[in-house]
């Protein structure tokens, strides 16, 4: 079973305008994290926002937010006042427990941003 | 700046020559890991390491080596590459290894096997 859903492949979204990429994940461990990176063209990986499991508020990080619902199991990532540079691949990913465990990746989801 | 440097970013070989990935982060991470993209396949791990000489088999080891003599240090060996190994490498950094520790990559190694 998928760990990491994004069932977006791709949204369109114009300049100044919010925008909120889907994630949701499936754990039975209560100690999770779950994190959102931005991958643009040139290839590069950077780390967004976290959130974790025991955390009571949603994550911010300047114009990035995380919409955490636990019960649903979603951890959708907000980008307010969209900008062209916004355009980029996201991947919504998650890290389960105390021991080393793997960064688990959903499969993405493309953003464009138009002016 | 705190970072984690992959080199080089850009490397086209022919099989069975070997080679190195070099990964270096100045932050005393703890956790160290490689990562391979492609497409339809999406981010897998290779190898982890969680601290100076202890290194771990990732989802997709094979083909690889790795070695952690230093902390700052994690290069990923190819003894012979074949083609099947073009891909698109990352290597990776946190804290610690737990699921509070965000990952921190480098700015990935396209890699070509002809």
């Known amino acids: 079973a998928q760990k990491i859903t994004q069932t977006q492949p791709g949204m369109f979204v114009q300049e100044k305008e919010a925008v909120t990429l889907d994630c949701t994940y499936d754990t039975s461990d209560p100690s999770y994290g779950l994190f959102w990176y931005k991958q643009p063209s040139s290839g590069e990986m950077i780390f967004l926002i976290y959130?974790?499991?025991?955390?009571?508020q949603n994550a911010t990080e300047g114009r990035y937010s995380l919409n955490f619902q636990k019960a649903r199991k979603s951890a959708n990532l907000v980008i307010s006042a969209s900008q062209l540079g916004d355009s980029a691949m996201y991947f919504c990913a998650m890290r389960e427990g105390q021991a080393g465990t793997a960064l688990i990746f959903g499969k993405g989801t493309t953003l464009s941003v138009s002016s | 700046e705190a970072q984690v440097t992959q080199n080089p970013r850009y490397l086209i070989t022919v099989t069975g020559k070997k080679l190195t990935v070099t990964c270096s982060q100045n932050?005393?991470?703890?956790?160290m890991s490689w990562y391979r993209q492609d497409p339809g396949l999406g981010l897998r791990q290779i190898y982890y390491?969680?601290?100076?000489?202890?290194?771990d088999k990732g989802d997709v080891p094979e083909g690889y080596k790795v070695s952690r003599k230093e902390k700052r240090n994690f290069p990923l060996i190819l003894e012979s590459p074949s083609p099947n190994q073009t891909s698109l490498y990352f290597c990776a950094s946190s804290l610690q290894a737990t699921y509070n520790s965000p990952l921190h990559f480098g700015n990935g190694t396209r890699l070509t096997v002809t």
């Open positions: 390491s969680m601290n100076v000489e202890v290194t």
């Open positions: 932050m005393n991470h703890e956790y």
């Open positions: 959130q974790g499991s025991y955390d009571q």
